[in-house]
């Protein structure tokens, strides 16, 4: 049986420790008291085995709703670039975007353009804090996952106070989606489990398709965007009506966790709260 994978980052110093589990996860700590509030931190970030990441932006600070090239340049601890990076679900990097209250979402895949540099366009939405979180694979090496705070400039969204979901169901593009934890526990593994119907009909949705060769992906957040997971799914295979995801959660607290699906060449993502004991 594989082993569920953990990143310990701090703004500074990275410790990381992944391997693989029934799922494939990977979670990432901060204990920056100022990265934990969404403050503004360097750009740098650097692992125990002397990783590097170096977060760049064409226009800083930027401006809501303004197109922004983002740079993300993988370097050894000798200051050389990483040129080799493992395919992980058909990508180099995914990365993750979220404003502070966790209401704006994004899961993007910056080009690779060798020498350890990955860039990537896209645009905020309203002005405030953002947090980026990288992950890929450098070859022959353990997951890795870096973050990043940048600050956009302009207006504001009302903040979104993040607050359980009483029922754990939600209709998306005529899909009526459920998720059920078996325990929701802090330190225990559990079951993750997504059941697809039409949301008109009641029947069973069999016919998924595969999103970045697997049925479903997860990510899941703590309130704070400190904890980080993404997790892949048990049978990476199923085309529903069921796909189940094995992960643990560190410790307890409010989570926000994002399902991401495929459908008729449209991706869905549905996010639910909930609360850990």
């Known amino acids: ?22 799922t494939t996860e990977h979670s ?32 800083d600070p930027i401006q809501a709703n303004q197109e922004t090239e983002m740079t993300i340049q993988i370097l ?12 992980n679900h058909e990508k180099k990097m995914h990365l993750i975007l979220v404003s502070q209250d966790l209401s704006y ?10 020498k350890g540099l990955f860039t990537i366009r896209t645009a905020l939405p309203a002005g405030g804090n953002y947090k980026l979180f990288a992950d890929f694979k450098p070859s022959g090496q353990a997951q890795i996952v870096k973050s990043h705070v940048v ?7 009302p903040a979104i106070a993040l607050q359980p979901d009483s029922k754990l ?11 059920a934890a078996d325990h ?38 703590d309130e704070k965007a400190d904890l980080y997971l993404h997790v892949h799914p048990v049978d990476e295979k199923s085309s529903g009506p069921e796909a189940k995801f094995k ?13 991401e699906f495929q459908r008729d060449g449209q991706v869905i993502t549905v996010p639910f709260v909930v609360k850990v004991p």
């Open 105 to 114: 979402y994004k899961h993007i895949h910056p080009t690779y353009q060798g």
């Open 1 to 22: 049986m594989k082993k569920i994978g953990v990143i310990l980052l701090t703004a500074a110093l990275l410790l990381s420790a992944c391997g693989k589990a029934t």
């Open 151 to 157: 600050k956009a400039g302009g207006e504001a969204a």
């Open 184 to 221: 929701l526990m802090a330190g225990m593994d559990l079951n993750l489990t997504y059941t697809f119907k039409d949301a008109a009909t009641k029947a069973p949705i069999t016919n998924l398709q595969p999103y970045l060769g697997a049925v479903g992906h997860v990510v899941i957040l």
């Open 169 to 179: 169901t939600a209709a998306v593009n005529g899909i009526e989606i459920s998720l």
């Open 28 to 59: 990432a700590h901060s204990e920056n008291k100022e990265q934990e509030h969404f403050g503004h931190d360097s750009g740098e970030s650097t692992d125990k085995e002397g990783i590097q990441a170096v977060f760049k932006l064409s226009t």
């Open 247 to 259: 992960t643990s959660f560190p410790k307890s607290g409010i989570y926000k966790i994002w399902g």
């Open 76 to 87: 050894d601890k000798d200051g050389k670039s990483v040129d080799d990076f493992d395919l």
